[in-house]
């Protein structure tokens, strides 16, 4: 189905923008931003150190890890002129009575702090507890009073996995990386394609190799880079993951959560995804004479669209949106995966999605080779948009 | 191979690219066209590679008992008018890849590398970007590429613009050692110096017509004898004397004593020199027959002529 020549042309094109030392160098650059993030958050990590803070002598509130309560018999002022000379405290609150039983906490500090705000927690809690006193309310209705609302979830649709599955998350991830993948083909393919045009490499080419043989080249190399950019972005989703889970969790790692019957269905949707937007890409790029005058090349972000639209519907996987956009060839490969991820769906139906991709991309990929040959013959002329719909449209042969 | 081209026409838009222009080549000959820019050259090659189709007339291409509308990818090896490698890649690179799209081996292809890098003297650069030759040194790696597999019939498109004279004769042995390999060669160029001395069988276009077509004995039989004789004279003589002397000759001033007289068939050569010697003492005459360059000259004017008339 794929030529030899069409091999060679996505080899040339995949090695041509595979420079794996600067890769590895960007990979160690973003572990050493990493490692340099965690290093300046925990030495300057306010929550490990212990802060003195002057209260009135009523206060009867215990002391905490972070916070040492203390009553100084000294005047309110001295305790201020105290706080500002040698930092004897890190805080000195004052209390204001505005009504019978209302108060308000005045905090006295140099300036603003992060430490402040879990401060503001422990004084709200002393609060809730002296009011609970006065009302003589039992700990156990305090208790009670404090419990937030919570509801659970029955779904009558058997087939509904729930809302907040792993699964979901598998899926959200896989948007991600085909966002990733799709950005990576973007640049590769406008700057491959328009590049050989103004380098002059085309019609040295054609003479080799037919367009479509050309284009189904570009396209494979160019898939083959967006794969390569997704696959090396999911091991580094693992492997923060198996970081914060051994180091930051110290749970050892557990991926048990990986539901590999939905992983297997994505793959395949994935590399059609992927496939599909480079032939889009391909025959947009096709139809650029010069990039640097050319409106075009915006059009080729359309292919981010897919992800979009599926994102916006991800909490109603039952919904119309939802079937529309896992069945419409343009968008099932972004749609369908996380609709599989969160229903469960007879077999058939991923199946016959899968079957009007494959579909779809072959159409693209004709295309995109007839808009190459098409614009090519024009010779410095940007073809319209009417041209392009047209050549897209004919089933005239190459 | 053997290519047959009957009455092909192209117009672009309301532009006739080419009108009715028919030739033929031969298996093992060296074919020229010729003509300023805007001729139809590189559209008639356009269409021999298949490009674009002709309007109308057609072209036979026949190798080996198969018969074809234009010139198949597996016989062709071409450099094209637009034309340029992967810059940020090395010679060897460049010519690796194309070599292996053309169904080459890796190593056959470098054996053949090896010979034409040794031919144009850029077997020690062979690791160099293509950005760091000169634009003359990127143009023979070019025609490096169009014969590297070693195709039947080879088109290039202006095969000597951009090098130097050195790098011109340099280009002449490559298509003559093209032809010994049994390659036939067509080549569109505007240096006759250069066509004159390998074309086997060479066409003439102006505004997208054929002038003239055949042998270079055969234009020069078709532009009729044309000669000239070139004076030297002890002193000066005044242009407008020499030419009331000698009316019905046509006259190239040189210098003040250096004039080249344009002599036609009908012409007698000896009643002329003893007219200009019972005139002026000659130093040096010289005879001399048109070369392509000026009968192409010729050609165009009188095509220009006919045209405005």
């Given at each position: 189905m794929i030529s030899r020549q069409s091999m060679i042309v996505?080899?040339?094109?995949?090695l041509r923008f595979f420079k794996w030392k600067q890769q590895l160098i960007?990979?160690?650059?973003m572990m050493a931003v990493m490692a340099a993030v965690a290093l300046w958050s925990y030495f300057t990590d306010e929550s490990r150190k212990v802060y003195r803070i002057a209260v009135p002598a009523e206060f009867s509130i215990s002391n905490t890890e972070q916070f040492q309560f203390q009553r100084p018999t000294i005047a309110l002022d001295e305790q201020l002129a105290q706080l500002k000379a040698d930092e004897s405290w890190h805080g000195v609150i004052t209390l204001n009575t505005t009504g019978s039983d209302q108060h308000s906490v005045v905090l006295h500090t140099l300036a603003a702090k992060k430490w402040q705000q879990q401060l503001e927690t422990e004084l709200a809690d002393y609060f809730r507890q002296q009011y609970a006193t006065k009302l003589q309310l039992t700990p156990a209705q305090l208790a009670q009073l404090q419990q937030p609302l919570t509801i659970d979830y029955a779904y009558l649709d058997e087939n509904f996995k729930g809302k907040d599955t792993p699964e979901k998350m598998i899926a959200l991830g896989v948007l991600i990386l085909l966002f990733i993948g799709l950005s990576t083909a973007f640049g590769q393919v406008l700057l491959s394609i328009t590049g050989e045009k103004q380098q002059r490499v085309t019609e040295q080419l054609y003479a080799i190799v037919t367009p479509q043989q050309w284009m189904d080249g570009k396209v494979l190399g160019?898939?083959?880079?967006?794969?390569k950019a997704m696959l090396t972005s999911a091991l580094v989703m693992l492997l923060v993951f198996i970081v914060v889970s051994v180091v930051v969790r110290e749970d050892g790692v557990n991926l048990g959560w990986l539901n590999w019957g939905v992983v297997a269905w994505l793959v395949p949707f994935a590399l059609l995804g992927v496939l599909l937007s480079a032939c889009f890409m391909g025959a947009i790029a096709a139809s650029i004479d010069d990039p640097n005058t050319s409106g075009k090349g915006a059009v080729m972000m359309i292919t981010w669209l897919p992800m979009l639209f599926t994102y916006l519907v991800i909490d109603s996987p039952t919904g119309t949106a939802m079937m529309i956009l896992s069945w419409l060839p343009l968008t099932s490969f972004a749609a369908m995966p996380v609709k599989m991820a969160m229903v469960d769906l007879p077999w058939w139906q991923p199946a016959l999605s899968l079957i009007l991709l494959v579909a779809a991309v072959w159409w693209m990929r004709r295309v995109a080779g007839r808009i190459f040959l098409r614009g090519m013959q024009m010779y410095g002329k940007e073809p319209s948009w009417g041209q392009i719909v047209g050549w897209a449209l004919s089933n005239k042969a190459d | 191979m053997q290519l047959i081209v009957t009455a092909i026409c192209k117009d672009y838009g309301t532009i006739a690219a080419v009108r009715q222009v028919s030739f033929q080549i031969n298996s093992g000959d060296i074919f020229a066209l010729l003509g300023p820019n805007g001729a139809g050259k590189s559209s008639i090659i356009r269409m021999l590679v298949g490009m674009t189709k002709p309007d109308s007339g057609s072209i036979l291409v026949s190798h080996q008992?198969?018969?074809y509308d234009h010139v198949p990818r597996r016989l062709l090896g071409y450099l094209p008018e637009d034309r340029g490698l992967y810059p940020d890649k090395s010679i060897e690179k460049n010519l690796l890849y194309l070599a292996q799209l053309h169904g080459l081996s890796k190593q056959k292809?470098?054996?053949?590398m090896a010979h034409w890098l040794e031919v144009f003297e850029l077997s020690d650069r062979r690791n160099e970007d293509l950005k760091q030759l000169s634009k003359?040194?990127?143009q023979k790696v070019q025609l490096i590429a169009a014969v590297l597999h070693q195709p039947a019939l080879v088109i290039l498109d202006e095969p000597f613009s951009g090098l130097d004279p050195i790098n011109q004769e340099k280009v002449v042995t490559f298509l003559k050692a093209l032809k010994a390999r049994g390659m036939t060669v067509i080549l569109s160029a505007h240096q006759m110096a250069m066509v004159e001395k390998l074309a086997d069988h060479m066409l003439l276009m102006a505004q997208g017509k054929a002038i003239l077509a055949g042998t270079l004995a055969d234009i020069k039989q078709q532009a009729g004898p044309q000669r000239q004789m070139v004076i030297s004279c002890t002193g000066p003589?005044?242009?407008?004397?020499l030419q009331q002397w000698l009316p019905e000759l046509e006259i190239d001033v040189q210098s003040t004593t250096r004039f080249v007289l344009k002599l036609t068939a009908a012409q007698n050569v000896?009643?002329?020199l003893q007219q200009l010697v019972s005139q002026i003492e000659l130093t040096q005459v010289e005879m001399q027959t048109a070369d392509l360059h000026q009968l192409y000259l010729t050609a165009m004017a009188e095509h220009q002529l006919r045209e405005q008339a």
């Amino acid at each position: 189905m794929i030529s030899r020549q069409s091999m060679i042309v996505a080899k040339w094109e995949f090695l041509r923008f595979f420079k794996w030392k600067q890769q590895l160098i960007s990979y160690l650059l973003m572990m050493a931003v990493m490692a340099a993030v965690a290093l300046w958050s925990y030495f300057t990590d306010e929550s490990r150190k212990v802060y003195r803070i002057a209260v009135p002598a009523e206060f009867s509130i215990s002391n905490t890890e972070q916070f040492q309560f203390q009553r100084p018999t000294i005047a309110l002022d001295e305790q201020l002129a105290q706080l500002k000379a040698d930092e004897s405290w890190h805080g000195v609150i004052t209390l204001n009575t505005t009504g019978s039983d209302q108060h308000s906490v005045v905090l006295h500090t140099l300036a603003a702090k992060k430490w402040q705000q879990q401060l503001e927690t422990e004084l709200a809690d002393y609060f809730r507890q002296q009011y609970a006193t006065k009302l003589q309310l039992t700990p156990a209705q305090l208790a009670q009073l404090q419990q937030p609302l919570t509801i659970d979830y029955a779904y009558l649709d058997e087939n509904f996995k729930g809302k907040d599955t792993p699964e979901k998350m598998i899926a959200l991830g896989v948007l991600i990386l085909l966002f990733i993948g799709l950005s990576t083909a973007f640049g590769q393919v406008l700057l491959s394609i328009t590049g050989e045009k103004q380098q002059r490499v085309t019609e040295q080419l054609y003479a080799i190799v037919t367009p479509q043989q050309w284009m189904d080249g570009k396209v494979l190399g160019h898939s083959l880079s967006a794969m390569k950019a997704m696959l090396t972005s999911a091991l580094v989703m693992l492997l923060v993951f198996i970081v914060v889970s051994v180091v930051v969790r110290e749970d050892g790692v557990n991926l048990g959560w990986l539901n590999w019957g939905v992983v297997a269905w994505l793959v395949p949707f994935a590399l059609l995804g992927v496939l599909l937007s480079a032939c889009f890409m391909g025959a947009i790029a096709a139809s650029i004479d010069d990039p640097n005058t050319s409106g075009k090349g915006a059009v080729m972000m359309i292919t981010w669209l897919p992800m979009l639209f599926t994102y916006l519907v991800i909490d109603s996987p039952t919904g119309t949106a939802m079937m529309i956009l896992s069945w419409l060839p343009l968008t099932s490969f972004a749609a369908m995966p996380v609709k599989m991820a969160m229903v469960d769906l007879p077999w058939w139906q991923p199946a016959l999605s899968l079957i009007l991709l494959v579909a779809a991309v072959w159409w693209m990929r004709r295309v995109a080779g007839r808009i190459f040959l098409r614009g090519m013959q024009m010779y410095g002329k940007e073809p319209s948009w009417g041209q392009i719909v047209g050549w897209a449209l004919s089933n005239k042969a190459d | 191979m053997q290519l047959i081209v009957t009455a092909i026409c192209k117009d672009y838009g309301t532009i006739a690219a080419v009108r009715q222009v028919s030739f033929q080549i031969n298996s093992g000959d060296i074919f020229a066209l010729l003509g300023p820019n805007g001729a139809g050259k590189s559209s008639i090659i356009r269409m021999l590679v298949g490009m674009t189709k002709p309007d109308s007339g057609s072209i036979l291409v026949s190798h080996q008992d198969e018969h074809y509308d234009h010139v198949p990818r597996r016989l062709l090896g071409y450099l094209p008018e637009d034309r340029g490698l992967y810059p940020d890649k090395s010679i060897e690179k460049n010519l690796l890849y194309l070599a292996q799209l053309h169904g080459l081996s890796k190593q056959k292809a470098l054996q053949e590398m090896a010979h034409w890098l040794e031919v144009f003297e850029l077997s020690d650069r062979r690791n160099e970007d293509l950005k760091q030759l000169s634009k003359g040194n990127q143009q023979k790696v070019q025609l490096i590429a169009a014969v590297l597999h070693q195709p039947a019939l080879v088109i290039l498109d202006e095969p000597f613009s951009g090098l130097d004279p050195i790098n011109q004769e340099k280009v002449v042995t490559f298509l003559k050692a093209l032809k010994a390999r049994g390659m036939t060669v067509i080549l569109s160029a505007h240096q006759m110096a250069m066509v004159e001395k390998l074309a086997d069988h060479m066409l003439l276009m102006a505004q997208g017509k054929a002038i003239l077509a055949g042998t270079l004995a055969d234009i020069k039989q078709q532009a009729g004898p044309q000669r000239q004789m070139v004076i030297s004279c002890t002193g000066p003589v005044v242009a407008e004397q020499l030419q009331q002397w000698l009316p019905e000759l046509e006259i190239d001033v040189q210098s003040t004593t250096r004039f080249v007289l344009k002599l036609t068939a009908a012409q007698n050569v000896s009643a002329i020199l003893q007219q200009l010697v019972s005139q002026i003492e000659l130093t040096q005459v010289e005879m001399q027959t048109a070369d392509l360059h000026q009968l192409y000259l010729t050609a165009m004017a009188e095509h220009q002529l006919r045209e405005q008339a």
